[in-house]
T-cell receptor, first 112, second 112 residues
């Protein structure tokens, strides 16, 4: 079945630091890969999606790409702010349109 | 304003009691989902509904059932709740069977 591995459980940064979170995936389909962000006490919100390998998704200063060769996808932001503190989930949507398969999440804490 | 709502937001029940979690969306989305979120396990798919009275099991359906009698409402039912069903439950919806899922704010259920 489909799977997503998100190994970084926690990342601690200072404001203006560079953020990089990586996930790997396994699927037999042509997936869409997504990033969700979850702030404390809220549901996950869609941050970015990438439908084609090597294309880039951009939103709110975040960038996401995926590499079919290495079956990896990543999220990055050049300069984080304290307001970016949240849990970030990568997710895989197979092309047969079932529910999403989520990674376990990366808790990002940004300190001033 | 596109919105997924969940009621109640917090619920405490005793083991063996019945539980009803309600979800609504105002986007006329065909597809709706129920997930649960647990520390260390991430978000796991319980059920999918493709439209009224068209429901399908997700990855962890045991102990749950669902009901969808109107497109905008999707209910999750726990008959005789168990302590291991203590969790945060999220409802989501998407247009057709699209990859972009919109999540509600969650219901925190505690079963004593």
């Amino acid at each position: 079945g489909d799977s997503v591995t998100q190994k970084q459980g926690q990342v601690t940064l200072s404001e203006d630091d560079f953020l990089f979170i990586n996930c790997t995936y396994s699927t037999t389909t042509y997936p869409t890969l997504l990033w969700y962000v979850q702030y404390l006490g809220q549901g996950p919100q869609l941050l970015l999606k990438v439908t084609t390998a090597n294309n880039k998704g951009i939103s709110r200063g975040f960038e996401a790409t995926y590499d079919k060769g290495t079956t990896s996808f990543h999220l990055q932001k050049a300069s984080v702010q304290e307001s970016d503190s949240a849990v970030y989930f990568c997710a895989l949507a197979p092309n047969y349109a079932q529910g999403l398969t989520f990674g376990l999440g990366t808790r990002v804490s940004v300190f001033p | 304003d596109m919105k997924v709502t969940q009621m109640p937001r917090y619920l405490i029940k005793r083991m063996g009691e019945n539980v009803l979690l309600e979800c609504g969306q105002d986007m006329s989305h065909e597809t709706m989902y129920w997930y649960r979120q647990d520390p260390g396990l991430g978000l796991q798919l319980i059920y999918i509904s493709y439209d009224v009275d068209s429901n399908s099991e997700g990855d962890i359906p045991k102990g749950y059932r669902v009901s969808r009698k109107k497109r905008e409402h999707f209910s999750l039912i726990l008959d005789s709740a168990k302590t291991n069903q203590t969790s945060v439950y999220f409802c989501a919806s998407s247009r057709d069977r699209g990859r972009e899922q919109y999540f509600g704010p969650g219901t925190r259920l505690t079963v004593l």
